[in-house]
């Protein structure tokens, strides 16, 4: 079975300020897939990042970055210099290799950067 | 491109009620989803097509029915309404590229049983 766990269910934050959201997750698949989209208030989806089992090198966009470390089942995602616009739910989500299509979300982070 | 359209935006039911509610996409992509988000919870998946004619159940699939007669369309049922249904519902389509799915999420539907 999968699992996708996001411990904190709320931040807030002072624009310009750091955020780093934590994902852990749990898997038997020796090639998976991680994902982070983000849910602005509007309520749609937007899709952020995928990362697959065998690509560790972390990654940045931009304000956002992620670390991604195999050792510890953990997909972080740091958001540099928030703004007021990065305020939304940000769920992290996972795919084991034999899933096909099917995701595995963790609960979401409510994320708010107050002016 | 449309890509996933999604009806109705919001609907709201009383217990007991049937309604269908309607996915489509305009990308030939094979695989489609969905899913019931809830507060603290995620999403769920519900019922997944990997193509016309082939369902198979999700993680919560109890109270829904799909069905998948075209590679466009993928309603979703419910056969009669529970409180515990209220949710939001995203219909999602992918493919397979590059060895992982892109996944395309639809704008949702916001149910209310009362």
């Known amino acids: 079975a999968q699992k996708v766990t996001q411990a904190q269910t709320e931040i807030s934050v002072v624009e310009k300020e750091d955020v780093t959201l934590d994902c852990v997750y749990e898997?038997?698949?020796?090639?998976?897939?991680l994902f982070w989209y983000k849910q602005p208030p509007s309520g749609e989806l937007v899709f952020l990042i995928r990362r697959n089992s065998f690509d560790e090198q972390n990654e940045i966009s931009g304000r956002y970055s992620w670390n991604f470390q195999k050792s510890t089942s953990s997909f972080n995602f740091t958001i540099t210099a928030s703004q007021v616009v990065d305020s939304a739910v940000y769920f992290c989500?996972?795919?084991?290799?034999?899933?096909?299509?099917?995701?595995?979300f963790g609960g979401g982070t409510r994320v708010l950067v107050k002016p | 491109n449309a890509g996933v359209t999604q009806t109705p935006k919001f609907q709201v039911l009383k217990t007991g009620q049937s309604m269908t509610l309607q996915c489509a996409q305009d990308m030939n992509h094979e695989y489609m989803s969905w899913y019931r988000q809830d507060p603290g919870m995620g999403l769920r998946l519900i019922h997944y097509s990997v193509g016309a004619g082939i369902t198979d159940q999700g993680e919560v699939p109890n109270g829904y029915n799909v069905s998948r007669s075209t590679t466009e369309d993928f309603p979703l049922r419910l056969l009669s309404a529970a409180p515990s249904q209220t949710s939001v519902y995203f219909c999602?389509?992918?493919?397979?590229?590059?060895?992982?799915?892109?996944?395309?999420f639809g704008p949702g539907t916001r149910l209310t049983v009362t």
């Open positions: 989500a996972l795919r084991g290799g034999a899933a096909g299509n099917k995701l595995t």
């Open positions: 898997t038997r698949d020796t090639t998976y897939y």
């Open positions: 999602a389509s992918s493919y397979l590229s590059g060895g992982s799915y892109e996944q395309y």
